[in-house]
């Protein structure tokens, strides 16, 4: 719960203290935020070096995604998609990778919430996966196109028989009444289901993010952060540049 007053020396207010793990009273300096001052971190990690990163970005990405999981990166795999609609405006939610190779990094989701639209109408996103653990970042541009319908269903058929009802009791991102309204449409496909397998809704299924661009984020001491970018040329040849943190 959060109540800021002001005090003899500027504002104060209660926050969560994550080392304290409870809330706690801040007198704020008016220069100065509890934020910046109790959640400052200083990254390390082996410094990542044009000499040992692999020249193919996706083999890299991979080499990092092993190294997130072997680190027990909580779901290493989720990643922040960003979109934007017709008039520019961004938006972005969290979903999960889940396959990628050389021809591009594939989530699925419903086709008829605020990401398809966007997608309909602007068919380039950005993904960025955090890995705190190890102190790394990984950020992906490009151009998104709809799995086909095979390998959509392909995917579908694995995830348990609840998110396939789910799925198909769920108009993503559109108003609903209440909790009860998502329950009895749950119960209402699983009863029209029966016992038969779940076929894969026309409204859902992939979309694959093809990189142009994909920049490894390695965190340093004193903010020296690496920064390795990968740029694909129109031939498919990929080039390295390193930037300033
Ligand atoms: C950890 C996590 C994983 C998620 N994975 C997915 C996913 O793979 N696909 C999906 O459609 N939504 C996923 N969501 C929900 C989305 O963030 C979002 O709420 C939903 O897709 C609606 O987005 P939209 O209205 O922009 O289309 C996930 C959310 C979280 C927090």
């Avoid at 007053?5 to 304290?20: I, M």
């Avoid at 704020?28 to 990542?48: C, E």
């Avoid at 950020?139 to 319908?149: A, C, N």
């Avoid at 920049?215 to 930037?243: C, K, M």
Wanted: with cysteine; glycine share 4%; charged share 25%.
């Amino acid at each position: 719960m959060r109540e800021s007053r002001r005090s003899r020396t500027g504002w104060s207010t209660n926050l969560w203290h994550p080392r304290c793990r409870r809330v706690v009273f801040f007198e704020m300096d008016p220069m100065s935020s509890p934020i910046s001052d109790s959640l400052r971190v200083d990254y390390s990690g082996v410094p990542l070096l044009e000499s040992q990163v692999d020249p193919d970005p996706i083999v890299q990405f991979k080499r990092w995604l092993d190294d997130a999981m072997a680190n027990d990166v909580p779901q290493a795999n989720a990643m922040a998609l960003a979109t934007a609609d017709e008039r520019a405006r961004p938006s972005v939610r969290i979903v999960l990778l889940k396959d990628f190779d050389a021809n591009g990094f594939v989530f699925h989701t419903n086709y008829t919430g605020r990401k398809a639209h966007d997608l309909e109408v602007n068919q380039y996103a950005a993904l960025v996966f955090f890995w705190e653990k190890v102190s790394r970042q990984v950020r992906i541009e490009g151009s998104v196109q709809k799995t086909t319908r095979e390998e959509s269903a392909r995917y579908f058929s694995t995830r348990p028989r609840g998110a396939q009802i789910g799925a198909w009791a769920s108009e993503q991102s559109s108003p609903i009444e209440s909790r009860e309204m998502l329950y009895a449409r749950e119960a209402e496909s699983a009863k029209s289901f029966g016992n038969d397998p779940i076929p894969l809704p026309d409204f859902w299924g992939g979309y694959r993010v093809k990189p142009s661009m994909i920049e490894f984020w390695q965190g340093q001491p004193s903010r020296l952060h690496d920064r390795l970018v990968y740029t694909r040329a129109t031939n498919g040849s990929w080039t390295i540049t390193r930037l300033a943190p």
